[in-house]
Nanobody
Framework: QVQLVESGGGLVQAGGSLRLACVASGSIFSFNTMGWYRQPPGKQRELVATRASIGATNYADSVKDRFTISRDKNTVYLQMNSLKPEDTAVYYC???????????????WGEGTLVTVSS
């Protein structure tokens, strides 16, 4: 099985910064993608950023100029700068195990960490 443990959430003022971390363990395929999704209050879960084991990255348009995703082996980080109240959400770590570079895979999720940005 796969375990994802998140950390780094909290309460910050608008304009501040937070750094999230997620450590993956268990049966992790050679081809995989790790990243972050978020669910704001009253909205559906949405993509924030992902980084594949081969190096490709993907960012939501709303965070490209402020957030940076990075990986160190099976740990993924999300550096969040210039935070806005609309960034308030539960942030979920995601791992997608893939059997090849372009194959669909199995998704695993962390339990989430709350980020609250006050006005």
């Amino acid at each position: 099985q796969v375990q994802l443990v998140e950390s780094g959430g909290g309460l910050v003022q608008a304009g501040g910064s937070l750094r999230l971390a997620c450590v993956a363990s268990g049966s992790i395929f050679s081809f995989n993608t790790m990243g972050w999704y978020r669910q704001p209050p009253g909205k559906q879960r949405e993509l924030v950023a992902t980084r594949a084991s081969i190096g490709a990255t993907n960012y939501a348009d709303s965070v490209k100029d402020r957030f940076t995703i990075s990986r160190d082996k099976n740990t993924v980080y999300l550096q969040m700068n210039s935070l806005k109240p609309e960034d308030t959400a539960v942030y979920y770590c995601n791992l997608k195990n893939q059997r090849s570079v372009f194959a669909v895979g199995m998704d695993y999720w962390g339990e989430g960490t709350l980020v609250t940005v006050s006005s």
